[in-house]
Nanobody, 125 residues
């Protein structure tokens, strides 16, 4: 049984930092890409924005809106993927979901195989 468990969401001021964690289990990471999406109120699940993804070789991709501010990394020994978020902006406010899919490209919510339950990030101005 595949499980993705997010943690680390919080309320933070604009310009601040947060680190999200996604602990995964039941998945052969060598065959999957794991990463993050975010969803704001009024958007459907299929409209979640792909934020960042990383494969087992360490190759990454990022949404243009977060490049230079967010960094995704993985710790295979801990079966955990991290999203370090710096220089946070109010527009980064969203529910952040960990996801797993066979491919990192395209990193599209409509094709994701597995989802976590989400963790809320709120950035105040």
């Amino acid at each position: 049984q595949v499980q993705l468990q997010e943690s680390g969401g919080n309320l933070v001021q604009s310009g601040g930092s947060l680190r999200l964690s996604c602990a995964y289990s039941g998945i052969d990471y060598s065959r999957y890409c794991i990463g993050w999406f975010r969803q704001v109120p009024g958007k459907e699940r299929e409209e979640r924005e792909g934020v960042a993804a990383i494969d087992s070789d360490g190759s990454t991709n990022y949404a243009d809106s977060v490049k230079g501010r967010f960094t995704i990394s993985l710790d295979n020994a801990k079966s955990t993927v991290y999203l370090q978020m710096n220089s946070l902006k109010p527009e980064d406010t969203a529910m952040y979901y960990c996801a797993a899919h066979r491919f990192c490209t395209p990193w599209d919510a409509s094709t994701v195989s597995y989802w976590g339950q989400g963790t809320q990030v709120t950035v105040s101005s």
